[in-house]
């Protein structure tokens, strides 16, 4: 059994492109967690994307980015980049470039 957390883990995994939209699709389709959390027409809504159009990217965005608090991932990640930027001298460059294009 998913989570809410895991499943919006899920979600912003795809949304920060971590993860393939075919992977995305294959895990909606498995769990059925999403229904019982976010409700009927959401979970139908996720199933009726066809995930082979190019602009799925897009129409998946406009559904996900109205249900998933992706400020509170955002949050996790920022402060993980800076604590990483403080304690470990190896990736300086690497982390104030992601940082930067964030």
């Known amino acids: ?3 809410q957390t895991d499943i919006q883990k899920q979600f912003y995994r795809v949304y920060k492109g971590h993860i393939s939209i075919a992977e995305f699709e294959k895990w909606v389709y498995k769990t059925q967690d999403i229904e019982k959390i976010y409700g009927n027409d959401f979970y139908f809504n996720l199933l009726d994307l066809d995930y082979t159009n190019k602009y799925i990217k897009n129409d998946l965005e406009k559904l996900i980015l109205a249900i998933i608090p992706f400020g509170k991932f955002e949050q996790i990640r920022i402060t993980s980049l800076l604590d990483h930027l403080i304690f470990d ?6 982390i104030l470039e992601q940082l930067y294009q964030d």
């Open 1 to 3: 059994m998913s989570s």
């Open 89 to 94: 001298n190896h990736d300086i460059v690497e």
